[in-house]
């Protein structure tokens, strides 16, 4: 005769080995592909891009570069950041493809290298106006 408490632990049992077969399951794979229940987001692609613009700085540098190109002493005295705090912020920008830059002498130029923050930024704007 099965006590209650023998079930209970035999389904706890259970869900703790399917838990552990689910991990074996997304260790096997060594880049997992995340999509959404209609299979029309990219989720990994889209949280990398959130979480790049998830700094109020990085947003404020990429409103900046959205009307254009930039120097670093530019943007550093339009958003009343220093220097290198922008040219960190730039730098993990830069890293997920959000911008690039080119040199002219000593002179570096930032721009938006990201065609879906172009369409992406318009919707913050709209959506969250400055008053």
Known sequence: MTTTSDNDSGLAGQALRDDQDFLNIQSESSAPTLRDAHGDIDIEGATLFLRALSNQNRLAL????????????????NLRMRQPAVSQQLARLRESGIVEFRRDGKTVYYRIASAQIQHFLPLLQQHFPND
Not at 62 to 77: F, H, K, P, W, Y
């Open 62 to 77: 990429v409103n900046q570069l959205i009307e254009g190109e930039r120097t670093v002493s530019e943007l550093a005295d």
